[in-house]
């Protein structure tokens, strides 16, 4: 028998529920767009809408053990 999944659509934060999410301001994930060093969002014509999982893969992309390791990827982010 064949069982079909049907996957459920993430819900789809605004910017403001994302910056509350992460605990920054609206405006730094929008000028984190722009320099690229933001999480993954998605546009909806002229909306920006982020997911959950793309949000928590971000945070742990910036998980560091030394202050050293931080600056070198600050480094590589703003070479791009």
Same mark, same amino acid.
């Given at each position: 028998?064949? &069982?079909?999944?049907?996957? *459920?659509? *993430?819900?789809? /934060?605004?910017? %403001?529920? @994302?910056?509350? =999410? /992460?605990? %920054?301001c +609206?405006?730094?994930?929008?000028? $984190? #767009?722009?320099? &690229?060093?933001?999480? @993954? =969002?998605? +546009? /909806?014509?002229?909306?920006? #809408? =982020? #997911? ?9 992309? #910036? %998980? ?5 390791? @931080?600056?070198?990827?600050?480094? $590589?982010?703003s070479? +791009?």
């Open positions: 028998m064949e &069982h079909n999944e049907t996957k *459920q659509p *993430q819900k789809l /934060l605004t910017p %403001v529920e @994302a910056a509350s =999410y /992460l605990g %920054v +609206k405006s730094t994930l929008a000028k $984190r #767009r722009i320099t &690229h060093s933001n999480p @993954a =969002y998605i +546009k /909806l014509g002229k909306s920006v #809408r =982020y #997911r959950l999982s793309d949000l928590d893969l971000w945070v742990e992309s #910036r %998980v560091f053990i030394s202050t050293s390791d @931080a600056a070198n990827s600050n480094n $590589r982010q070479k +791009k």
